[in-house]
């Protein structure tokens, strides 16, 4: 009930131009859009959001996935495995992203030495602007794979057992019996976390606050961070709101879409 | 299946070993994944100076020290911090849970008009994106004068969509029976809360309730915008005042303050594991 309100007050400061500190705020109409579109810098910006989402949500799908089936086969030890993974989604996102400065460190971090082990040197991974992005990236990942390997694996506990062994009984080896039978019975769960992971990945912020503050040069200036950016390091609200009205109408989108496809694909 | 069991195990037991075999060593590649960077994290919190700036990298410290926990201390007002976190998370997670409590009760047991429809409005909350909410409650928050206060880090929080819808499917799986009997007791409202629907959800108000804490707990983005005096920060957010403030060239005391941003909620999580993947892997929606 504290969403809606936010939503309607914003469509309005999107029309409007304002800096948190004058009396109040003047209607331009669309200004803050055709602003925001009139250079190339905010198309950029959403091109990195897309990157960062799609990356972010496909690779931590299909390792989750791959961690879930390896958890699956109940091998000595993966509880302790499986509360190791998962322990990164409940803590402080900041906190995982002070951690990773320090793996990435090219001087005293373990990027270093594992640079050094292919005989080259690490690259300046926070500070560079063609690898700060990818730097973010894979600390996102690691945050979240946990959490996705275990709603797999609750996914795949629920397939019942003889739908496996009819499965081998009809001569399914262990790819097919994958491809055919446990993947597409594991689609509304997949479905589930791709909504839920892109809807999370979209408004990723802690990491970029912690780790680059969206440069080195705007490198990783993702949606989520222009908001914030623009908002309260530039008091442009009306441009911020507008992006916020972007990012609320491409989300609502996916959800939109994704219910309609969900309706046709996910059942089985 | 038990009728063949010799004809079965010879095959079963050489199949199963060799996958064990490979999945050993996947599961101890999957382990150092997270293992490694935690460990090297944890390590030079308690390493010295000499041996964080010394290379090729020590694994293994030559000597622990609690120098990095005092630089930590000298650089940012950690105690501070840990101060407003701890209200910050144990009035908001109160809150949050009382609030749930009531309207997925009203939700559940109660009749009202337009019930159904205000349902879906409330589940439609779950889909608002938190980020595109921020800059309009921190205008809200400023005009009613509580930038830097308590009540401004945790009023917009309060209402948790995800905590109630929680608590609501948990409500309706009671029995309705023990309900009635309370209200032919002439028990009211409350009286039916705290002695009936309380003591036999609370499974799952443990649930809503550690995941409120986590969430009050690691709330970045709202406490940064919320506060702007460094004596008002809370835990997640003192951490970036820390690496600002000279944090960078000292990995010893930015890992200090980091293995005290984390180390409260990593107990929670080891201690209340089984609630907390419940609540967050096996529901169907979250936030």
Known sequence: MFSYWPIIENIYLSFTTWDFISPQADLVGLLNYRALFSSWAFPEVLLRTLVWVVVVVVVSLVLGLALALLFAQRIRGTTAVQTLAFSPHVLSGAAIATIWLLIFDPHHGLSRMVFEAFGTSSPAWTTDDSWALWALIIVSIWKGLGFVAIVYLVGIQQIPAEVLEAARIDGAGRWTQFRRVIFPLLSPTTFFLVITQTISAFQAFDVIAMMTGGGPAGATTTLSWFIYDEAFSRTNVGVSSAASMIMFVVLMAITVLQFRFVERRVHY | ?287
């Open chain 2, 1 to 287: 299946m038990t009728a063949m069991p010799t004809a079965v195990s010879p095959r079963k037991s050489s199949g199963p070993r060799r996958t064990l075999w490979w999945g050993v060593l996947a599961l101890v590649a999957a382990a150092l994944i997270f293992l490694v960077p935690i460990y090297l994290f944890v390590s030079t919190a308690f390493k010295t100076d000499a041996d964080i700036n010394s290379w090729p990298l020590r694994l293994i410290p030559g000597s622990l020290t609690l120098d990095n926990f005092v630089n930590a201390w000298t650089l940012a007002p950690f105690d501070q911090f840990l101060i407003n976190s701890v209200v910050v998370a144990a009035i908001g997670t109160v809150l949050k849970v009382l609030l749930a409590i009531s309207t997925a009760y009203a939700f559940a047991f109660l009749p009202f008009p337009g019930k159904r429809w205000l349902f879906v409005f409330m589940l439609g909350a779950l889909m608002v994106p938190g980020h595109v909410t921020l800059l309009v409650n921190y205008i809200t928050i400023g005009q009613l004068g509580l930038v830097n206060t308590y009540a401004g880090l945790i009023l917009p929080g309060v209402a948790s969509a995800f905590g109630t819808f929680l608590l609501h499917q948990f409500f309706r799986s009671l029995p309705q029976e023990v309900l009635e009997a309370a209200q032919l007791d002439g028990a009211g409202h409350l009286r039916t809360v705290v002695s009936f629907i309380v003591p036999m959800a609370r499974p799952a108000i443990i649930t809503v309730g550690l995941i409120a804490l986590i969430d009050e707990w690691n709330g970045f983005v709202w406490p940064l915008i919320a506060t702007n005096s460094v004596n008002m920060r809370t835990l997640p957010v003192g951490l970036l005042y820390l690496k600002e403030n000279d944090g960078i060239n000292d990995w010893g005391a930015l890992m200090a303050g980091t293995l005290f941003v984390v180390l409260p909620m990593a107990i929670v999580f080891l201690l209340a594991q089984r609630y907390i993947v419940a609540g967050l892997a096996g529901s169907v929606v979250r936030r």
